[in-house]
Each structure stands twice: as C-alpha cells, then as structure tokens.
C-alpha cells in the first residue's frame, strides 16, 4: 500500500509548498487505485486520453444513470453549469455562454477589455508608492481577476465581500478530502448565490446593458435562449471561475520570477516575452493541480489497468505537466521551451472557457509588476499556501522593493 500513500502525503498541507517530487513518485504508478476506491492518474499521455475519452463523465458518479443531474451540483433547485455536464447538454450550453463571450458572435469581448485592465493594473500598482512591501495576493492578484469579472458580467464591485465567501465554499469541494459538511456549505452558498443573480438578471431584463449578464438574459441564438435555471448556473459558474484560478495564474507567476531573477531581468529588458512566459508558467507552476470530479462510464483499460465503470477519476494535472516523457527537463522553467502543450487550462470538451481573459489579466498583471517594482525580493520563501490541493498558490505573497516607477501620465 505504500503507492497508495502517496497521494495522501500530496494532500497533506505540509506539502503543498513542493508537491513536485511527490508527483513524480505517483507517476511510478500511472494509474493508481486510490482508498477512496477511485483511481487517481497522474502521467500526461494517459489523462490527455482520459480528457478526450467520451467514456469519461462530468456528472458525479451518484447522478450518471439516474436521470437528470442533481440539484446539489448547481444551485438548489438548478441543474448544474455546463462544465458538470456531458454533451449534448454541455455542448449547447457552452456554445450559448460562448455566444456572449468569445468568437464568432463576440470577437471583442476580451480583447475590447484591454484598456480597461491595463487601468486596474495601473491604479493597483499606484496603490503601492509610498510603501516598501506589499502582500501581492490580497493587494494586488486578487482584487484585478474580481475586478475584472465584476465590470464583464456586470456585477457591482461593491458586493465582493459577498460573493468572496460563496466562491471559497464552491471551491471547498474540489478538495478530495471535501465532506458532507464541505457540500452543505456550497448548497447553501448556491442558494444565496443563486437569489443574488437572480434578482440581477431581473434587473437586466428590465434594463439591459451592454455586459455578459445582459447578454445571457436577452440573447437569441440557433441554441434559443438559456433557460432562467442554466443562465443562473452559468453566471455563477463565471462568477466563480472567473477569479478564483487567475489569482493563482498571477501570484505563482510572480513567485516564480522572483525566484528566477535572471528570467525576472530578461522581461524587463525583453516585453515580448511575456507571452512564451506565461505558457510555461502554466505547465510549470499551473493555477489548478488537479481535477477530481470525472466518473467511468464503462470499463476503460488504460496504462494496464482496468478502470472500472462508475468509478471515480482524479486527473492530476500539474504532474502531468512534469512528465519526463512528455517534457524534457521538465522542472526548468524555459519560457524558451518549444514544446509548450500543457494542460494547465484543462483539455477536451471541458477546456477553460476564460483562458483567453486569464492570460490577457496576467500578461498586463506581470508585465507592469515586472517593470513598475524597483527590486522586487521575497520576504518569506516558501510563502503560506492555500488549503486546497486543487487550487494551489500562495494565500499570501509578501514582497519587498525599493520604489515604484512612475506611471506615464
């Protein structure tokens, strides 16, 4: 049983700074059955498989077969978003989200948020003058991604407070360790979620506006229109989604200059790397470790072991992205690297739906931090992580510097 241990110790907290040579232990075991009685898989070409497999459900092992997802998914009463749902249901979703979201119907809905991100990032960075240190996650990672999803879905900055606490239980339960009292927690924070958008999007229906909530609200497609439940589950979803790993995506990447002040010199003195930057950033020090809510819906033979249906999968994604035999010294960071398919947004039908937005938030998020921040050094190293093993990244990220550059007028 000792392979079995392994996993335990990776979500044990004591380990949440460097689980990196743990996962390295796992992949010894590509496939390894859990004593949970599921399955955890942790090398790349196996969950790239898995993540393409249509034997692979979104839906929680007590709702496939029985019929329509449970409302305990979603918001009490509400089925639940797309991303825990299989096709044809995700699928049609997904494209009636996207409409008002992203190409073909909204090519300039990210794009056309520039301006107003390179603002956010400018008036956080301001914030810093005067001062010697800052807390890079509470004072600057954090309130850019909510910011940002505030003005795009159209919700007012000034109820944060509120839905800070909502999106912690939602993420609670992608803890494998989660329990009943963990799902009670989200079920309650989806019920007043759910009373908060829904009064929102009456509001919009009255008087649209030209954000995402209206859009869900009003819009005609060839899919019809969103039922009242799904939309309240998507806005939810996005609500959600669209801070929560992005904070990571920012703080990790900034720990990661830091401790690579050679790399941290070359952006400086070369702006265009940011994007290749960011890439490897998400293979090697990716916003989301793992993704544990996926369910066989049929045996499924993989790595030479069978993985019986109705079984419970955890994908282990941040090891994958590690694999030696899928990446050549894969614990360098290279923004160099050629090789740069990751996984660090997902794959398959359950691709992140706001990676386009998370890297435009961290190329002007890291770009700017790079270029205002007079010798920017760490203060703690590890810094304190978050509980969770799923979303990991630094709860806090104290840093110090000498002065702020000033920014054009």
């Not at 249509?54 to 009463?77: F, H, Q, T, Y």
């Not at 993420?171 to 009292?181: I, Q």
Request: proline share 10%; aromatic share 6%.
């Amino acid at each position: 049983m000792a392979e079995t241990s392994i996993f335990d110790q990776i979500l044990d907290y004591s380990h949440r700074p460097d689980p990196y040579s743990l996962y390295a232990e796992l992949r010894k075991t590509p496939v390894l059955r859990w004593k949970d009685g599921g399955y955890v898989v942790s090398t790349y070409r196996e969950i790239v498989a898995l993540l393409h497999d249509p034997r692979i459900s979104s839906i929680r092992p007590e709702d496939v077969g029985g019929g329509p997802p449970s409302a305990e998914e979603g918001l009490p009463g509400l089925p639940p978003a797309f991303i825990r749902r299989d096709p044809p249901d995700h699928d049609r979703l997904r494209r009636l989200a996207m409409r008002h979201f992203g190409p073909p119907h909204s090519p300039g809905r990210v794009e056309g948020m520039r301006d107003e991100v390179t603002e956010i990032v400018t008036d956080l960075i301001d914030a810093f003058e005067g001062g010697n240190q800052v807390d890079i996650v509470d004072e600057f990672a954090y309130p850019l991604p909510v910011t940002v999803i505030c003005r795009l879905l159209g919700v007012p900055r000034e109820d944060e407070p509120r839905f800070r606490g909502w999106a912690a239980a939602f993420v609670e339960t992608l803890d494998p360790r989660a329990g009943e009292a963990a799902e009670r927690r989200r079920t309650a924070a989806h019920a007043e979620l759910g009373a908060y958008l829904n009064e929102l999007a009456d509001a919009r229906l009255r008087q649209p506006s030209d954000d995402l909530l209206s859009g869900l609200v009003t819009g005609d497609g060839a899919d019809g229109r969103m039922s009242r439940e799904d939309l309240l589950s998507t806005a939810a979803l996005l609500l959600v989604a669209g801070h929560e790993t992005t904070v990571n995506l920012i703080a990790n990447g900034m720990l990661t200059l830091l401790r690579h002040p050679d790399v941290l010199d070359r952006l400086r003195r070369e702006p265009d790397l940011i994007d290749p930057l960011i890439e490897e950033l998400l293979r090697y020090e990716p916003p989301v470790h793992m993704s544990p809510l996926r369910t066989a819906l049929a045996d499924i033979e993989i790595a030479g072991t069978t993985i019986p249906k109705g079984a419970h999968i955890t994908l282990i994604l941040a090891a994958a992205d590690r694999d030696p035999d899928r990446f050549p010294d894969p614990d360098r960071f290279d923004p160099d690297r050629e090789d740069k398919e990751h996984l660090g947004f997902g794959g398959g039908i359950h691709y992140c739906f706001g990676a386009p937005l998370a890297r435009l938030e961290t190329r002007f998020a890291l770009s700017e931090l790079v270029r205002r921040l007079e010798n920017p050094r760490l203060v703690t190293d590890p810094p304190p992580y978050r509980q969770n093993p799923a979303l990991r990244g630094p709860r806090h990220l104290l840093i110090e510097f000498d002065g702020v550059v000033r920014s054009p007028a």
